[in-house]
């Protein structure tokens, strides 16, 4: 697996955008299921959303950065 520096602006958002639907997603069967998975489910979705901000995060910079326009 290529670590987190050589991802692409692409990469980086797409991993976020799955991350929070990950983590929505967990929170949502958790609803589904009245909280019987809050030991899971919570957890999961914590780590979820820290992942998505992680990579949303370096999306951001390589975009600031000028790396993540490819017609630039």
């Not at 955008?17 to 919570?42: E, M, P, S, T, W």
């Not at 600031?64 to 490819?70: H, V």
């Amino acid at each position: 697996m290529r670590s987190l520096k050589d991802w692409t602006f692409q990469m980086c958002g797409i991993a976020g955008f799955v991350c929070c639907a990950i983590a929505l997603g967990a929170l949502y069967f958790n609803a589904v299921n009245h909280n019987a998975f809050v030991g899971v489910a919570v957890p999961v979705a914590i780590v979820a959303l820290a992942a998505g901000g992680i990579a949303t995060a370096r999306a951001r910079w390589l975009w600031t950065s000028g790396r993540g326009n490819p017609r630039r």
